[in-house]
């Protein structure tokens, strides 16, 4: 069975919503995304994901961008290095599962039998690509059953009538996107969110869950109510480019992290949990 199938039966059973962290993979380094991995597991995070640094990204805002720029710009992390990433963070007994969030260019690139072969030996179980249309993934979705790893969708609020057709394709969760325009933080979303994100679960019974401009727990509890996962990115990776003065150095490393870890905690409601 698939990780993330585990994942949402389990919070089904609890009544629960998952907290999906994204971090870009490299930021600020290689080492460094691997011990922020392992804190936001400890802050009760239920799936991550890692995002694969690129120079021309389509839906990700200015602070994403930043983190790519020091994860390109620090030893050119590669999609190779994203993927491979997974299996460091087994290493370190990281059990959550991973989902690589990428752009279709440099999966182009390695080629698609060999990118899911991949997946596979780094045990990533799922895959978001934002600029590959539902209408142009046939290629991808054949070797994403092939494999059992997920090819996970977006849909907006303009999607419209091609929500259907995108929710009955769908594997693993339905990615709802908030509002429309990039990432980032917003103190405001889409007016007409919670029918959109009601439309989408009559289409499909797979888990539900809401990305772009989540930045706090009142908005985690907002989100909760609606749906079955929370994605929160910008936020984080704000937080983290907060922080990079104290990861920077071996002696204040350990704070920055615990910052980290106490961000996200607090996103999730339970300030002082540490799940391992």
């Known amino acids: 069975m698939n990780r993330i199938d585990e994942v949402f039966a ?3 059973k609890r009544q629960a919503t998952a907290l999906i962290p994204f971090v870009t ?3 600020p380094d290689l080492s460094t995304s691997l011990d922020i991995i392992e804190q936001l597991e400890l802050a009760g995070a239920d799936l991550i994901e890692l995002g694969v640094p690129y120079s021309d990204p389509l839906a990700d805002g200015p602070v994403i961008q930043r983190a790519s720029q020091r994860a390109l710009s620090g030893g050119r992390v590669t999609i190779v290095d994203s993927i491979r990433s997974a299996k460091a963070a ?3 007994n990281i059990k959550l599962p991973f989902i690589l969030f990428t752009y279709y260019n440099p999966v182009l690139q390695l080629g698609l039998e060999r990118f899911f072969e991949m997946l596979q030996e780094n045990d990533i179980s799922g895959i978001i690509i934002p600029d590959l249309p539902v209408e142009e993934d046939g290629a991808m979705r054949a070797l994403s059953e092939k494999f059992n790893i997920h090819l996970i969708p977006l849909v907006a609020p303009t999607s419209k009538e091609r929500i259907q057709k995108i ?7 339905i990615y709802c ?4 325009g990039v990432t980032g933080v917003r ?3 889409a007016a007409n969110v919670e029918e959109f994100i009601e439309t989408v679960k009559q289409a499909s019974s797979l888990p ?11 908005h985690f509890q907002y989100f909760s109510a609606l749906c079955d996962g929370v994605i929160v990115g910008s936020a984080i990776v704000r937080k983290i480019e907060d922080t990079l003065p104290l990861l920077s150095k071996p002696e204040t490393k350990a704070e920055g992290l615990s910052q980290i870890r106490e961000f996200v905690a607090q996103i999730k409601g339970n300030p002082h949990q540490i799940s391992r």
């Open 10 to 12: 389990d919070l089904r």
């Open 187 to 189: 103190s405001q979303f």
């Open 25 to 27: 993979v490299g930021d």
């Open 167 to 173: 929710s009955a394709r769908a594997a693993g969760f």
């Open 208 to 218: 539900v869950a809401v990305g772009f401009g989540i930045s706090s727990h009142e």
């Open 177 to 180: 996107v908030s509002s429309l």
């Open 90 to 92: 087994r290493k370190r």
